[in-house]
Every structure is written in structure tokens, then in C-alpha cells.
């Protein structure tokens, strides 16, 4: 695959990665409610880069902006069955960022990684070939 | 905010709201249009997440009449926020579209 594909890739995986921990770590108890909607925010830019990942490598096309991006998850065959699970992961990283209140719990937080950008994941990465990033 | 786009945000939300006509989580839609976006707030019940996933995937019918639309959904219920009404959630300017059919 490309470079900049190859760099997608590893950032969203950093990203997911960064998610997974959030979730796995012991919070200070001061911090009540424990602060899982940061999950939904790290899971939807692990999103975004395997999207940029999957239109960089298929057809060399770097989105504009979200809105953008949005649009070519529903438009895009390769990707048109994320749009659920993308749409779900914007709309919950956008409220996380911007509405005071707003709460996830761990369990809500973990099925946002573990289903919605699995099946990003999957999906992404089986269309490109099954490609892991190599380590840099 | 010219007028036309601001109709364009209605004609969005008026779709959008057939879209969802059958939904019975659904209680309520809004828009609120801005300079190159609209956003649509849809609030439902406590719901599970095939049903939210479904939801945000509806998105993509509006594309096919208005496929350079910028459009951002927002699926909320109650349980997503701590002790704050749904109604302090929407903006105040935005318009509700009623979802039963006209």
C-alpha cells in the first residue's frame, strides 16, 4: 500500500489504542463520573484515519473536512455499510466535546470499540488486503 | 443565513422526518442551519445501539437528492445526560419538524 495510506493506518491503530487504555486504566476517583465519553472521541478518530486510509489507497482522495469525510462514508460503495457505525461514532465524540452532561459508560464505550470501529476495522482493512501497518 | 438555506435545512429535516416516520423509539425532530452545514437533532427514547446505528444510517437517504449536502445528525435520549432536560440540549433556535405526515 502507499505511504500515506500505510500512516493512516497507524494512527488510527495508535488512536485505538489510546481508547482501549482509557478505558482499561484506573481512574483517579476524583473524577466522577469516570470520564469514558473521551473513549468516543479517541474511537472516532481512529475512524476517521482508517476512512482516509480506505480513500487515499482506493482512490487517492484526501477529504476536505468532516462534513466531507461523512459524505463519502455514505456514498462510497466500499464504505456505505459503516455509515451506521461511523454516523454513531461522530454523533457520540461530537456530544462528548460539546454538550455539558453528556455521559457514556464503560459498557456503552466499549461497544462503540468493539462494534462500531471493529467493524470499521474489519471492514477497512480487509478491502485494503488485509493490510497491517508496519511498525515505524 | 439566507433564506434559501435555511429552506434547504427545512427540506432536509422534512425528509429526514420521513425517514424516520416509522421509528417508534423516535420522539422528535429538530434542524438548525448554519452557514454551509445543517444538523438535524433526533431524540429518541432509551434505545439499544443497532437501533442508534440504524438511525445515524438513514443519514445517507438524504445524499441521494442532495448529494453535496452537509448534514450532521445528532441521535440523543434522555439517559445520555446527567440531570439535564433533552430539551436544554437542542439549540433554541432550532425548528421542529414534525414527523407526523403532512
Redesign the interface.
Same mark, same amino acid.
Given at each position: 500500500v502507499d505511504a500515506r495510506t500505510e500512516s493512516h493506518l497507524r494512527t488510527a491503530r495508535r488512536n485505538q489504542e489510546i481508547a482501549r487504555v482509557l478505558l482499561r486504566a484506573v481512574v483517579d476517583p476524583s473524577i466522577q463520573p469516570p470520564p469514558f465519553e473521551w473513549a468516543a472521541v479517541l474511537g472516532f478518530y481512529a475512524a476517521v484515519h482508517y476512512v482516509n486510509a480506505y480513500l487515499w489507497e482506493k482512490l487517492r482522495y484526501e477529504p476536505r473536512d468532516h462534513d466531507d469525510r461523512a459524505r463519502q462514508v455514505s456514498r462510497v460503495s466500499g464504505l456505505r455499510s459503516l455509515d451506521g457505525a461511523y454516523g454513531r461514532l461522530r454523533g457520540r465524540a461530537f456530544l462528548a466535546r460539546y454538550k455539558p452532561e453528556f455521559r457514556l459508560s464503560a459498557a456503552e464505550a466499549q461497544t462503540l470499540l468493539d462494534v462500531d470501529l471493529a467493524q470499521i476495522e474489519q471492514t477497512i482493512l480487509s478491502a485494503l488486503g488485509g493490510t497491517a501497518p508496519s511498525q515505524t | 443565513m439566507t433564506l434559501a438555506y435555511r429552506a434547504t435545512a427545512h427540506e432536509l429535516g422534512r425528509r429526514f422526518a420521513e425517514a424516520v416516520r416509522g421509528e417508534p423509539a423516535v420522539r422528535g425532530l429538530w434542524v438548525t442551519s448554519h452557514r454551509d452545514?445543517v444538523e438535524l437533532w433526533l431524540v429518541t427514547e432509551s434505545t439499544d445501539?443497532d437501533t442508534? =446505528?440504524?438511525?445515524?444510517?438513514l443519514?445517507?437517504r438524504l445524499?441521494e437528492r442532495s448529494?453535496?449536502?452537509?448534514? =450532521?445528525?445528532?441521535?440523543?435520549s434522555p439517559d445520555?445526560? /446527567?440531570? /439535564?432536560a433533552i430539551d436544554s440540549?437542542i439549540p433554541r433556535r432550532a425548528e421542529e419538524i414534525p414527523l407526523t405526515a403532512s
Open positions: - | 452545514y445501539a442508534e =446505528r440504524r438511525l445515524y444510517g443519514v445517507s445524499y448529494p453535496d449536502a452537509n448534514v =450532521r445528525l445528532y441521535v440523543i445520555m445526560f /446527567q440531570g /439535564q440540549v
